[in-house]
């Protein structure tokens, strides 16, 4: 499938400045039908959800809930779980915050002990069923990992991840944020028990979606007033979180990635080798997890340190000189920046690319960085 940039590129209106954006993994640029789709909704059928207006009238499914954020959802989720006490539950330092906080939180409530998986150089710092296996057993009731790590871009292989948690009854909840906007996300192929990701890092508006299956929803305690329904994903942990002009937009987003997902994989192969074969020449540049650009392997999502420059240093100097934006810092992922990979507290600094980001623009980043970095 070939795939056209520019047509692509028209769909952005925030596209048409004289801006790079590089910072795609702390949000994406909005798609103009999307914009169009919340001002129609707002001028024309702004009604009450449950009110019996045809235009306002919504699908739902049992499977689904909508809120502001994963973090919101996952919190949600974590007052909902019920386990028996001294039960485990296991986590990993490669995450964003999103995915660790609010399982302490449950682990507190519920008396649960938690124990940590670990990834090594040696498993290329990515986490596999082989890496948790020992730490399986029949009192695990709970594993979290991400999907993509929102700072090394390596992807985990979730389905083989998930049968190794279900072999011991447990189940696997998975933050998809960094993965959704690159690849399809198939929660049944997954095998996942959990699943979330933003929205409005999938070319949308500011709103997340969680999805549960039924046999997980079993071990949820419904949230809502004693008075309301219990039976979807929705009654249990919605507390009315979605907004609904928000939601009302996602057919939007799900028509523009339709079918899209080969291209814009195979696009997004080409940006991060320009990239990525830059940093691997220098040898004062660590990449941080896999050096390969195999899209097999990663999302174009690549942070580095430079020997001699701190990270917050390397971006400023490139903000004085560049209209390329891109940022430094621990992205949320601190556990992974300061324990795992023992960095300095100004982390690493991030490209986070997209489908709709052009070779000449990473190519004009390699010369902004050949400028500001130290001459070698």
């Not at 689904?64 to 919101?72: A, I, K, P």
């Not at 896999?290 to 240093?313: L, Q, W």
Request: net charge negative; charged share 20%.
């Amino acid at each position: 499938m070939t795939f056209d940039i520019s047509k692509a590129r028209e769909h952005f209106p925030a596209l048409q400045q004289d801006q790079v954006f590089f910072d795609n993994a702390g949000g994406s640029q909005t798609l103009a039908s999307v914009i169009d789709s919340i001002s129609q909704y707002l001028s024309k059928t702004n009604v009450q959800l449950g009110a019996s207006y045809h235009t306002g009238s919504q699908s739902n499914t049992n499977h689904f809930v909508l809120g502001s954020s994963t973090t919101q959802l996952f919190m949600n989720l974590s007052a909902s779980l019920q386990f028996p006490s001294a039960s485990e539950i296991i986590l990993s330092k490669m995450e964003h915050e999103t995915n660790v906080k609010p399982w302490l939180f449950m682990a507190e409530r519920l008396n649960l002990t938690v124990k940590w998986w670990e990834s090594s150089k040696e498993d290329g710092l990515k986490l596999t069923a082989a890496n948790l296996k020992p730490l399986l057993n029949d009192k695990v009731k709970f594993v979290a990992c991400t999907h993509v790590s929102n700072i090394l871009g390596s992807i985990h292989d979730v389905k083989s991840i998930a049968d190794a948690v279900h072999e011991v009854g447990a189940l696997f909840c998975v933050d998809g944020v960094s993965y959704a906007p690159h690849r399809a996300v198939d929660v049944k192929a997954f095998g996942v028990d959990f699943y979330s990701f933003s929205w409005y890092k999938v070319y949308g508006p500011h709103i997340a979606v969680l999805y549960a299956s039924d046999s997980a929803q079993q071990h949820m305690k419904p949230m809502s007033h004693y008075f309301n329904p219990t039976k979807t994903l929705e009654d249990k942990i919605g507390f009315a979180g979605s907004n609904y002009e928000c939601v009302q937009s996602i057919p939007a987003i799900v028509d523009y990635l339709s079918g899209a997902f080969p291209a814009i994989t195979e696009r997004e192969g080409k940006l991060q080798t320009i990239l990525l074969d830059f940093l691997n020449s220098r040898p004062d540049i660590t990449v941080l997890g896999s050096t390969s650009a195999d899209n097999k392997e990663r999302v174009p999502t690549i942070s580095f340190t430079v020997k001699g420059m701190s990270s917050k240093a390397i971006v400023a100097e490139a903000e004085k000189i560049s209209n390329y934006g891109f940022r430094w810092g621990h992205f949320y992922s601190k556990r992974l920046c300061d324990e795992v990979l023992g960095l300095e507290p100004e982390g690493v600094t991030r490209v986070s690319m997209v489908h709709y980001n052009t070779e000449e623009e990473i190519k004009g980043l390699v010369e902004v960085l050949r400028k500001v970095l130290p001459q070698v």
